[in-house]
């Protein structure tokens, strides 16, 4: 089993930047893959990006735009999501992922592992 905490969430005003912080810990020395996923009130969880554990593939939605980065630090077991540009649609729960596989980057059903959420509130 993996367990996931996610951390850096908070209240920030539009065009801001935030990071996210993910801490893995149990069987972090499997190859699992890593992805951030968020969710508004009354509407379904949604891909945001994933990244591989060895070679740092990385996978985004389309609608991230290149506003999100994913990053990984093997060594510390921490995935990171930076954002910028927050928009107040952006105001979610924002949650961390892992899966032995790729298939998150199709959507949340029968992703493995799943962290609690940070809040993220962007302001107008």
């Known amino acids: 089993h993996v367990q996931l905490v996610e951390s850096g969430g908070g209240l920030v005003q539009a065009g801001a930047s935030l990071r996210l912080s993910c801490a893995a810990s149990g069987r972090t020395s499997s190859p699992y893959v890593m992805g951030w996923f968020r969710q508004a009130p009354g509407t379904e969880r949604e891909f945001l990006a994933a990244i591989t554990k060895f070679g740092g593939s990385t996978f985004y939605a389309e609608y991230v735009n290149g506003r999100f980065t994913i990053s990984r630090v093997n060594a510390a077991n921490t995935l990171y999501l930076q954002m910028s540009g927050l928009k107040p649609e952006d105001t979610a729960v924002y949650y961390c992922?892992?899966?032995?596989?790729?298939?998150?980057?199709?959507?949340?059903?029968?992703?493995?592992?799943w962290g609690k959420g940070t809040h993220v509130t962007v302001s107008s």
């Open positions: 992922a892992a899966d032995p596989s790729t298939a998150m980057t199709r959507g949340a059903a029968g992703v493995h592992y």
